[in-house]
């Protein structure tokens, strides 16, 4: 059972008791992120993630390790576009202590001169390993390109220049504006007593000040249609077909589910046995949908040799004009249902995979889905809500593209418009 508690200074606590694990799971969701930055400040919300990690007034970077270390413990988090997360997963009877270590680099971060300077050179080094690898590089470049018009398209570890600007002045005053409790949520999963465990976290975080919140609003995305092509001397080319798709909570969340998995979200999915499997031409294909407050996309990734690179984009369309125009048999709409019903139950079960969910749930949402709703909402999905996602999906003029490799000589763009030709000539 899912229960909610706001402490007094605004925090919400989500609890959830699972009566039969030895482990406890505890996250903190902060909601602020890339959306959230001004472009002289981009990549803040991620260079603050990194410094709750190097000591607090009474515990050093090593400390802070030393002790995670020495419970066995998991300790790490990650900055989004729209929120950022610090999470851990101990054994039970080790939450007291993890609690401290967490809720002292929350509240108690030093935000040293010396570490932060430090710290640009971590970051831009994270910068280039992006930039290195083809294969993360092709798909935030098309994102930065197609929601360039408002901070949406700002990279989460920022730019160089970005970061060349941040200082403790600057750091300090985005972390007091945005680290309050009324703009976070607690996420807290595993076998433990309920009122003992609001005492506990209303003694770590009750007395977490509201003073100096301003709320930051944040301008709605709005989507470019765009075409990214970068010269890069590796093997394979690289590319992302990326087509507008709906927000988090849309009409066609759950349906749109079920269309990803059936079209390219594993081994058995129509992109991965015709391109893969049939015909031989790459091996790594799939898609991925990212869904965010207000917008959201679709996108397939494949990479492929250049001179298989005209057969891939053609099958890939090919591919995307068959499940437009082509019924989908209900058997493997009810097989697909299936398949995300178990993965979603089966994660359910571990208390890592019920904290990612209700807290982020509750960050971003303001509400957690019980189990039993979601499943339910899961079983209406029929292929009248699959073929509606479809058509709001696959609309070619929502269509972009970015391709990484040594594509000098290649008409990467003319190979994509031809392709697309086929979605506008099935009409």
């Not at 229960?3 to 482990?23: A, C, H, M, Q």
């Not at 300790?75 to 993890?98: G, M, Q, S």
């Not at 007593?193 to 709605?220: H, L, N, P």
């Not at 470019?224 to 709906?246: D, G, R």
Request: glycine content about 8%; some cysteine.
């Amino acid at each position: 059972m899912i229960e909610t508690v706001t402490l007094d200074n605004g925090l919400k606590i989500v609890f959830e008791k699972i009566p039969y694990v030895r482990s406890a799971a505890f996250g903190i969701w902060i909601k602020t992120g890339t959306r959230y930055e001004k472009p002289e400040e981009n990549g803040v919300s991620h260079f603050i993630e990194h410094m709750m990690f190097k000591g607090t007034k009474k515990r050093s970077a090593r400390q802070i390790a030393e002790e995670m270390d020495a419970m066995g413990g998991q300790i790490n988090a990650y900055t989004t576009k729209e929120y950022t997360c610090y999470y851990t997963r101990v054994l039970d009877r080790n939450f007291d202590a993890v609690l401290d270590v967490l809720s002292d680099m929350i509240l108690n971060s030093k935000f040293d001169a010396g570490d932060i300077e430090r710290e640009k050179d971590v970051i831009d080094e994270e910068i280039d390993m992006y930039l290195d690898a083809p294969e993360e590089l092709v798909h935030d470049a098309l994102e930065e390109a197609v929601w360039r018009e408002t901070s949406m398209g700002m990279p989460i570890c920022g730019t160089k220049d970005s970061l060349a600007g941040l200082n403790r002045e600057v750091i300090k005053s985005y972390y007091e504006k945005n680290y309050r409790p009324q703009n976070a949520v607690a996420a807290f999963v595993g076998n433990f007593d309920r009122d003992a465990a609001v005492e506990k976290i209303k003694k770590a975080f009750g007395g977490w000040s509201g003073d100096k919140y301003e709320k930051t609003e944040y301008g709605k995305a709005i989507y470019v249609p765009s075409k990214v092509m970068i010269e890069k001397n590796v093997e394979q080319i690289h590319l992302c077909f990326t087509f507008k798709a709906p927000e988090r909570d849309s009409r066609h969340k759950y349906a749109l589910a079920v269309l990803n998995t059936l079209f390219g979200g594993g081994m058995s999915s129509r992109l991965f046995q015709k391109i893969r499997e049939d015909e031989g031409l790459v091996y790594t294909i799939y898609s991925y949908t990212s869904a965010y407050s207000d917008t959201g996309v679709m996108t397939v990734y494949a990479c492929t040799s250049p001179q298989k690179a005209e057969a891939v984009i053609k099958s890939v369309f090919r591919e995307i004009s068959a499940i437009k125009n082509e019924k989908i048999e209900d058997r493997i709409i009810d097989v697909t249902r299936e398949q995300i019903i178990s993965n979603y139950i089966i994660g359910g079960e571990s208390t890592a995979g019920r904290l990612t969910t209700n807290g982020g749930s509750m960050a971003l949402t303001g509400k957690v889905p019980e189990v039993e709703e979601v499943l339910e909402q899961m079983d209406r999905v029929d292929y009248a809500s699959v073929k509606a996602a479809v058509d709001e999906v696959f609309d070619p003029d929502n269509f972009s593209f970015s391709a990484v490799g040594n594509i000098e000589g290649i008409d990467i763009e003319g190979m994509m418009n031809d392709g697309k030709q086929i979605l506008y000539s099935k009409n």
